[in-house]
Nanobody, 118 residues
């Protein structure tokens, strides 16, 4: 069983930055692909950034060039650096881990709210 705890959400102005963190426990972190998903009201949850066990990254087109995902296997933590934030980035952001890939998660965090004001 893996436990994921997100932190770092909050309120930001358009053009600003936030950094999300996700601390994992309960299993060997380095075995898992990690990802950040988000869900805005009335929309489906979408994968915005993913990182493989080897550190390869992938991003949704909507966040490319603005968001950066990274992982620190020594700290069992994955990060999402969000720059040049837009109001449409407002959503609940969820950390997820998958043994196969980040778009097929086995475990989810509880979510953290990110609100971007215009």
């Amino acid at each position: 069983q893996v436990q994921l705890v997100e932190s770092g959400g909050g309120l930001a102005q358009a053009g600003g930055s936030l950094r999300l963190s996700c601390a994992a426990s309960g299993s060997i972190f380095s075995f898992f692909a990690m990802g950040w998903h988000r869900q805005a009201p009335g929309t489906q949850r979408e994968l915005v950034a993913a990182i493989t066990r080897r550190g390869e990254t992938n991003y949704a087109d909507s966040v490319k060039g603005r968001f950066t995902i990274s992982r620190d296997n020594a700290k069992d933590t994955v990060y999402l650096q969000m720059n040049s934030l837009k109001p449409e980035d407002t959503a609940v952001y969820y950390c997820a881990s998958g043994l196969v890939s980040a778009d097929r998660p086995n475990y989810w965090g509880q979510g953290t709210q990110v609100t971007v004001s215009s």
